[in-house]
């Protein structure tokens, strides 16, 4: 498998268009993502026009999600919230290891710079990395 660059920007930024990137892309899995993205953003432009600007102000999280990185199970589909109000860590069932480098920067972060104030380790049901 290649892995190949999507994107110059992310969102909050703003949107990524189709056709800004060459993609080797045999499955048009990832043209259809950037293009569902682009029609994210511009929906998003339209109902709420300040978004993209608020969120290139900062973030500041209440809570730092721990979750699987199973694809059934996106926290911001499972809470309902916006960008900017979960800050997050996933990894095969939601793990936090002492010896984690990357899970303890996240929660470092999250605590020392964002100031959250709860952290949560949430697990689901059928993980096949416990299993």
Not at 98 to 125: M, N, P, R, T
Request: negative net charge.
């Amino acid at each position: 498998m290649t892995a190949a660059v999507v994107a110059q920007r992310t969102v909050p930024t703003g949107p990524v268009k189709p056709g800004h990137t060459t993609l080797h892309d045999p499955s048009g899995v990832l043209t259809r993502l950037l293009t569902s993205n682009a029609q994210w953003a511009t929906d998003v432009s339209r109902v709420e026009p300040a978004f993209f600007e608020q969120c290139a102000k900062g973030q500041s999280p209440k809570v730092l999600w721990i979750g699987c990185a199973d694809s059934r199970v996106p926290e911001s589909v499972v809470l309902a919230c916006k960008p900017g109000e979960v800050f997050v860590t996933r990894n095969i069932a939601n793990q936090v290891h002492l010896h984690d480098d990357s899970v303890l920067a996240v929660l470092a972060y999250a605590v020392a710079e964002l100031g959250v104030e709860h952290v949560v380790v949430v697990g689901h049901s059928n993980c096949g990395g416990v299993a």
